[in-house]
């Protein structure tokens, strides 16, 4: 998959994805420095652990729960592996630099971390006692998803399909791409409700990407998503 959406190419520098990429990737780097024992309580410190959130709820510190709500945020920049980062990021890069320019900088960063945070809500939701971390951009990247299948619904994403040994490639239309892949989440997360497990061994957070994919169609018209300028500080200066 690579970005083809030049007929409406971005007319700001989109610092602000820029800035988001490149901190995820930092802190991956960061987190490969640690020793085993020190990455597990890494994880534990700043991933959503979905059990810790919900006593939190029940401890009635306004400190205990802040702590914890802050983990939907800085989950947001955590990686289980290289593919992982590399999906999340690929993702990032293709389809957040058009949503910045639309939303403007701080309206996109703000949007970015609310759609992460609530698709973070919306998995913890389904998996209350958990003690598994769940890390990951996804669901903040799932919002941009949201946000661009409305506002470029027949941008046209060149995507390499494999056929057996042969990869071609085509020109698949923005809502159908990205519809498919919603309803992708939304069928995985079903099935994963009937999954009946005496282990919770983790995996992917469908209702996290499902979530924030709604979230983001919910959430970026207010915010500007159909604005034909971009907000007035991140208008290019002529010189």
Known sequence: MVPLHDNNPTKITPWVNYGLIAINVLVFVYALTLPPSQLQGFFQTFAIVPSQLTASFQSGSAWVMGTQLLTLITSQFLHGGFLHLGGNMLFLWVFGNNIEEKLGRASFLFFYLACGALAGLAQWALSMQSDIPMVGASGAIAGVLGAYILRFPKARILTLIPLGIFITTFRIPAVFFLGFWFFQQTLYGFASLQATTSVDTGGVAYWAHAGG???????????????KTAPPGDRPRLR
């Open 213 to 227: 994919f709604v979230v983001g169609l919910a959430l970026a018209p207010p915010l500007g998503l159909f604005r």
